[in-house]
């Protein structure tokens, strides 16, 4: 959700990962002195963390096929997902940038300056009226976790979930099962709220924040009367710190990478495909290709982004579907899918029940709230 910006500068860990993009060993037949156009190549390659060259093809073909052989090879043990906004699509969420149905299409109501001041923090705080009238419409708890959701959290259970980077602020990865520990919420979540005031920062619960929302009401602090906020980043608010500390042990030990439904726009998020190893394959999971090395910095020889289709591809896999449709196609590949299937229904059939109950308790408490209390009889 936020802009690329200066980055949190975290605590350093005591053991120095691998190195993620550097070259084992120097050439040794070159005796000349490197040109203008290697120092500058380097130079773009440390400053932007860009690598050159190519590394060891692990995958047997680039395909989804080749994907699902080596996941079940042994040698895939730390599965890294970056989830985005298409990975809740079919739960009924729109996501932002799709013409004509994502969110910024349809803003026009709330009478914005532009589509991205709903979340943009100074805006925020002028006028918080439209974003917690979207809140109200897009509120977590009202919506299933996808197959998707459920095949991150098969990847949990069958021990090969390193983590999940997500986008998205809808909580649905926790709903579907992951944990804290699990998940680094790139752009925060809905799951605390905080006074946006510096000297009170008074934390408030979801179910507190769902009260205010659903009564129309602006939330303020109970302490120092200032606004409440969910711990989602706005455009303006720096990534959590953790993003950034995690972000350095996860990357260098992953040994496959899934992206699933994100444009990779939205910096510093989109970075993190170049964060993996040059030998760790990596398979996008959307709608259309992103992602993709800028051709310039190609003919420069810098790395990073994803190549599907150039000659030089050997390790970057595009299954273009729905995400939905890709997790189940890669789950039935892996012998999963019976399983998959059979999670996505007990799940939301739990989830179903309980908002049943919920809805009958509401009702109960609803109804006794309405009756009239009987008077008692005094005693003569």
């Not at 963390?49 to 989804?64: A, N, P, W």
Request: hydrophobic share 35%; net charge negative; glycine share 8%.
């Amino acid at each position: 959700m936020s802009d690329a910006q200066e980055l949190p500068k975290g605590k350093e860990e005591d053991e120095d990962p691998p190195q993620a993009e550097e070259d084992s060993e120097e050439d040794s037949s070159e005796d000349e002195a490197p040109g203008e156009m290697d120092f500058l190549r380097n130079l773009f390659s440390s400053a932007l963390g860009l690598g050159s060259g190519t590394g060891e093809k692990v995958l047997d073909e680039l395909t989804l096929d080749g994907v699902a052989k080596y996941m079940l090879s042994g040698k895939c043990k730390n599965i890294i997902c970056m989830a985005g906004a298409g990975i809740s699509t079919s739960a009924g969420i729109p996501d932002f940038r799709s013409p004509g149905t994502g969110l910024y299409a349809n803003l026009q109501k709330y009478n914005l300056p532009n589509p991205e001041a709903i979340f943009q923090i100074d805006y925020f705080k002028q006028h918080p009226e439209p974003f917690f009238a979207l809140a109200k419409e897009l509120y977590p708890g009202q919506f299933k976790p996808t197959i998707c959701h459920y095949f991150m959290k098969l990847l949990k259970d069958k021990g090969l979930l390193k983590r999940c980077y997500t986008q998205n602020i809808d909580t649905l990865e926790r709903v579907a099962g992951l944990e804290g520990n699990d998940l680094i919420e790139a752009h925060g979540t809905f799951y605390t709220s905080h006074c946006v005031s510096f000297c009170c920062r008074k934390e408030y619960s979801l179910d507190w924040m769902k009260e205010k929302i659903f009564a129309d009401e602006i939330p303020k602090c109970e302490k120092c009367s200032s606004l409440v906020k969910p711990d989602i980043v706005f455009f303006g608010e720096n990534l959590p710190v953790r993003f950034f500390t995690s972000m350095k042990m996860d990357f260098p030990r992953c040994d496959l990478l899934i992206v699933m439904g994100t444009s990779l726009q939205v910096q510093p998020f989109a970075s993190l495909v170049s964060k993996v190893s040059r030998n760790c394959p990596r398979l996008l999971i959307n709608m259309e290709k992103t992602g993709q090395a800028d051709p310039m910095l190609g003919m420069l020889g810098f790395g990073g982004g994803m190549d599907f289709d150039s000659d030089k591809a050997y390790r970057d896999v595009a299954q273009i579907s729905t995400c939905d449709d890709g997790c189940l196609a890669l789950a039935d590949l892996l012998g999963w899918k019976v399983e998959l299937e059979e999670l996505v229904k007990k799940e939301h059939a739990r989830i179903d029940a309980e908002d049943k109950k919920n809805k009958q308790s509401e009702s109960k408490g609803a109804t006794a709230q309405a009756s009239p209390t009987p008077e008692t009889k005094k005693e003569e």
